[in-house]
């Protein structure tokens, strides 16, 4: 049964800062591996996807990297800034489903 | 296209009474899903569908609830005698194989 698991809970940092968020899971047997946004009482946003074949993508200040034999990813947010303040969630579609298996999220705070 | 819309936001319902929720989805996406979320939680998956056809059902979905997709375009999900315990958000997503997945804005229940 697969798996997610992110680290840190929650982590607040001064603005400019550049951080790293992670996850990991399981089962490596996985057919892409998501990154979401999620603001307070909001729906998820897409940020990045990461097929399995891929090592790494990058949208803008964000950079997410992908290893599956060792079941991790990264996402990196570079010169963070206030409005990037939200939860973050990392979530794997296996090889043999459709439905994404969510972490638990980091709840993220920049502070001005 | 505006995306994934669900409706209502939120309802607020009195315990024993039914709700039921509505999703559009992207129009060009066939799978379409349903999670729900507690608070400080990751989304956990409830089902899915493949156009019309609900192809997988978690454990979570008990016989209070059921989901439909007639003709393979809107969904909804119904909730019969509903418990404080199902009060959470859902969300429905619909997704493209190499896009992956979109979500709506969610609904928010809440069972008194």
């Known amino acids: 049964k697969q798996e997610v698991t992110q680290i840190p809970a929650a982590l607040s940092v001064p603005e400019g800062e550049n951080l790293v968020l992670n996850c990991s899971f399981t089962?490596?047997?996985?057919?892409?591996l998501q990154w979401f946004r999620q603001d307070p009482g909001k729906g998820l946003t897409s940020l990045l996807l990461?097929?399995?074949?891929?090592r790494e993508q990058t949208s803008g200040r964000l950079n997410a990297s992908l290893d599956k034999s060792s079941g991790r990813s990264t996402l990196y947010i570079a010169a963070s800034q206030p409005g990037d303040s939200a939860t973050y969630l990392c979530?794997?579609?296996?090889?043999?489903?459709?439905?994404?298996?969510f972490g638990s999220g980091t709840r993220l705070l920049v502070r001005p | 296209d505006t995306g994934v819309s669900q409706d209502p936001r939120h309802k607020i319902t009195k315990r024993g009474q039914n709700v039921t929720f509505r999703c559009d989805p992207i129009?060009?996406?066939?799978?379409l899903y349903w999670y729900r979320q507690t608070l400080g939680q990751g989304p956990e998956f409830l089902t899915y569908f493949q156009n019309e056809a609900q192809l997988e059902k978690s454990r979570l979905l008990s016989d209070r609830f059921s989901a439909e997709r007639p003709k393979g375009s809107f969904s909804t999900l119904e909730i019969q005698r509903t418990e404080q315990g199902d009060s959470a958000m859902y969300l429905c997503?619909?997704?493209?194989?190499?896009?992956?997945?979109?979500f709506g804005s969610g609904t928010r229940l809440t069972v008194v």
């Open positions: 129009s060009e996406h066939n799978r």
């Open positions: 997503a619909s997704s493209e194989d190499t896009y992956g997945y979109t």
């Open positions: 990461i097929q399995s074949s891929q």
């Open positions: 089962d490596s047997a996985i057919y892409n």
């Open positions: 979530a794997v579609r296996g090889d043999s489903s459709y439905k994404l298996i």
